[in-house]
């Protein structure tokens, strides 16, 4: 049987959702997102990391978003 190479580090770090595929024409790998149905051949942008505890991001009247701790109440536009 014929191995395949290990996927590169950038397939074991895609998002939720997306998946690499290879082109059958000439084997270059491209991303598929299952829910949007985008494809691209850049890997799609890394998630970013869960928020700490009590922190949420909401969206102010105009569409911009900011960060509210719910604990201490406090409120900020930078990503904590």
């Known amino acids: 049987p014929v191995q395949q190479p290990p996927p ?3 397939a074991a770090t895609l ?3 997306w998946r690499q595929m290879f082109d059958t024409s000439n084997g270059k790998p491209y991303y598929v997102n299952d829910s949007s149905k985008e494809t691209r ?3 799609p942008p890394a998630a ?3 928020m700490p505890a009590w922190w949420e ?6 569409g911009k978003i900011y960060y509210v701790n ?3 109440k406090a409120t900020q536009w930078n990503r904590p």
């Not at 991001?57 to 105009?62: P, T, Y």
């Open 57 to 62: 991001e909401m969206k102010d009247a105009q």
């Open 8 to 10: 590169p580090a950038a």
């Open 70 to 72: 719910h604990q201490t």
């Open 41 to 43: 051949w850049d890997p």
């Open 15 to 17: 998002p939720p959702g």
């Open 48 to 50: 970013p990391p869960p």
